[in-house]
């Protein structure tokens, strides 16, 4: 039933293919959204301390070479 419904999705990308659920509801005037991969651990740090917490990228490297992040 899952695969009938299409919520069992193959997926891929750079790093290879695999298995996941997708949604298991459907409405009818929404599209569906493809699953992604999350992003790699550490991928947005940098984006997320300059643009969330208004770092500067001298604090940035700062706490990078402290070891913190």
Known sequence: H????????????????????GSPLFLSDSPIVEPTRAPALGADTDQILLEELGMSAEEIEQLRSAGAI
């Open 2 to 21: 899952i695969a009938e419904r299409g919520v069992l999705r193959r997926m891929s990308d750079d790093k290879g293919s695999w298995m996941t659920l």
